[in-house]
């Protein structure tokens, strides 16, 4: 408001050449201020930050190209680049066996060819994650970069990625599209298959390599609480790749995005007139915190987890009105009313 009344009081003066000049300066210099406070301050210059392009290796490839009649050989040949997968006694007629009804399985085969038809290749993500890494090592500059593999999981759906050991397990067959029928044969609910898309791998890949930063444990037992807990978990997510879709990290359609930036100010209404904010009845917790197709309490259309994406939003909130505020200060703030009060969060009606 200040900027405008400076403008408001310029505007006003004689019109003369050197007062209309000095008006247009004061005006242009005051809208590059006032453009420099208002964006975000997640968008942040990495370009400088050392990390050579991320390589993705594929051991889904690798290992398929092997001719199953020379399949002992060509494990050992390129066991050195797949070790995580392979660090094992190869000479071992039991463990080959074993892998050989695998790679003919028929299952995993039909998981492999879709595999290979919708990733050809991984440039884009490639690119994705050394712009992630490099955010990464932005906020943590002592980080372990991951190295990062793909492979065939054979319809293990409830981890498409996994991280242990520094490195980055990505299953590919967990993201082949809705229209991936096997999906729907096996019984995966439509809410679960809508998030198996490709634009989801990496969301998927920082959210679980987040835990290493902001390790998993069981947050106060209040709504707020779970609240606050999963929109840091958001945030971490927004800092690592500020320019991705919103929807694809807290995994909602087009439709539930628009349906929740429309209600907003309402279901934050419900939760203070009801006095839910500080409840910590389970029943409460699950209708906002609870994943499925949408929030029972309210519309259909409504998305899952209301209360993860107001936490988000007040998290948000705190740390724009916040400057001074970390991110590692932001993870190992554990007073989520602090947290609440300092972020001035009222949505608009």
């Not at 006003?12 to 007062?19: E, F, G, P």
């Not at 301050?41 to 991320?54: A, F, K, N, Y």
Request: glycine residues 6%; charged residues 20%; hydrophobic residues 40%.
């Amino acid at each position: 408001m200040k900027y405008y009344k400076v403008i408001h009081v310029f505007t006003r003066m004689k019109n003369t050449r050197s007062n209309l000049w000095l008006s247009s300066l004061l005006i242009s210099l005051l809208f590059l201020v006032s453009c420099r406070f208002s964006s975000s301050r997640l968008q942040v210059d990495v370009s400088e930050v050392p990390l050579e392009e991320v390589v993705i290796h594929r051991y889904d490839q690798a290992l398929f190209a092997i001719p199953l009649g020379q399949l002992q050989e060509g494990l050992m040949q390129i066991r050195p680049q797949f070790s995580f997968f392979l660090n094992t006694d190869l000479s071992d007629s039991l463990k080959i066996n074993n892998l050989k009804e695998y790679l003919t399985n028929i299952r995993t085969i039909e998981f492999y060819t879709a595999s290979r038809e919708r990733f050809p290749e991984l440039t884009n993500l490639e690119h994705d994650f050394t712009d992630a890494f490099r955010h990464l090592i932005y906020y943590f500059p002592d980080a372990t970069i991951p190295r990062v593999y793909t492979y065939i999981s054979g319809g293990e759906y409830e981890h498409p990625v996994q991280y242990v050991d520094s490195v980055l397990l990505i299953a590919l067959d967990a993201y082949l599209g809705t229209g991936f029928t096997p999906y729907g044969a096996d019984g995966l609910p439509l809410y679960k298959v809508a998030r198996m898309e490709p634009d989801f791998i990496l969301p998927d890949c920082i959210r679980i390599l987040g835990e290493a930063y902001y390790p998993v444990i069981y947050p106060g037992n209040t709504l707020l609480d779970q609240m606050v807990d999963a929109g840091k978990r958001l945030y971490f997510l927004d800092a690592m790749i500020p320019d991705y879709p919103d929807r694809f990290k807290i995994a909602y359609t087009e439709k539930q995005m628009e349906w929740i930036k429309t209600n907003e100010s309402q279901v934050w209404a419900a939760i203070i007139e009801n006095q839910l904010l500080f409840a910590s009845r389970g029943s409460i917790i699950r209708t906002f915190m609870a994943d499925g197709p949408f929030t029972a309490d309210f519309s259909p259309a409504s998305p899952p987890r209301l209360g993860e994406y107001l936490g988000w939003r007040i998290v948000k909130a705190y740390m724009e009105e916040n400057p001074e505020i970390t991110l590692q200060g932001l993870i190992g703030e554990n007073d989520t009313q602090k947290i609440l009060s300092g972020s001035k969060y009222k949505p608009s009606k």
